[in-house]
T-cell receptor, first 114, second 113 residues
Framework: GENVEQHPSTLSVQEGDSAVIKCTYS??????FPWYKQELGKRPQLIID?????GEKKDQRIAVTLNKTAKHFSLHITETQPEDSAVYFC?????????????FGQGTTLQVKP | NAGVTQTPKFRVLKTGQSMTLLCAQD?????MYWYRQDPGMGLRLIHY???????AKGEVPDGYNVSRLKKQNFLLGLESAAPSQTSVYFC????????????FGPGTRLLVL
């Protein structure tokens, strides 16, 4: 079945450094790849997404890259700040299934040290 | 506009008891989902619905049932709770598969003793 692997499970960086989280997916039909951020005790919220016809997307300090051939995508956070500390989830979906189902990775706990 | 709401926020059950979790959305979304979140396992899809009156199984449907009698509500039932169902349950909704941002509710924390 569909599977999304996410690495690393935990990541600790100094404030101002960059953070990179990587995900691989198994279903080549996947064509939509969102990233969600979940602060402690809160609900997951979408921070950025990318579709399969785009290789890279940027929104201020966050960017996502997609390599369809290798079936992996990554989240890049530059100039990290303490408020970036949270759990980040990648996910994959495919619109042809007409269900909107998302398959999530296991999550990465990012800690930004001041 | 409340978005996605969930009732209750927290519940403690004894093994074998039953309960229903309610998810409500006021965004007129067609698609609704129930996930469970366990440490180190991400969000796993339990059941989902692509419209009023429809339901389908997700990755981990065993021990749960769902109903979508009204477009705005999606109910998750546990007929006979087990300790393995201790988890945080999130409901989510989206307008369509082509605008796939899923909006999550605040979650329900369930403890089964």
């Amino acid at each position: 079945g569909e599977n999304v692997e996410q690495h690393p499970s935990t990541l600790s960086v100094q404030e101002g450094d960059s953070a990179v989280i990587k995900c691989t997916y198994s279903d080549s039909a996947s064509n939509y790849f969102p990233w969600y951020k979940q602060e402690l005790g809160k609900r997951p919220q979408l921070i950025i997404d990318i579709r399969s016809n785009v290789g890279e997307k940027k929104d201020q300090r966050i960017a996502v890259t997609l390599n369809k051939t290798a079936k992996h995508f990554s989240l890049h956070i530059t100039e990290t700040q303490p408020e970036d500390s949270a759990v980040y989830f990648c996910a994959a979906s495919w619109t042809s299934g007409n269900t909107g189902k998302l398959i999530f990775g296991q999550g990465t706990t990012l800690q930004v040290k001041p | 506009n409340a978005g996605v709401t969930q009732t209750p926020k927290f519940r403690v059950l004894k093994t074998g008891q039953s309960m229903t979790l309610l998810c409500a959305q006021d965004m007129n979304h067609e698609y609704m989902y129930w996930y469970r979140q366990d440490p180190g396992m991400g969000l796993r899809l339990i059941h989902y619905s692509v419209g009023e009156g429809t339901t389908a199984k997700g990755e981990v449907p065993d021990g749960y049932n769902v109903s979508r009698l009204k477009k705005q509500n999606f109910l998750l039932g546990l007929e006979s709770a087990a300790p393995s169902q201790t988890s945080v349950y999130f409901c989510a909704s989206t307008h369509s598969v082509y605008q796939e941002t899923q909006y999550f509710g605040p979650g329900t924390r369930l403890l089964v003793l």
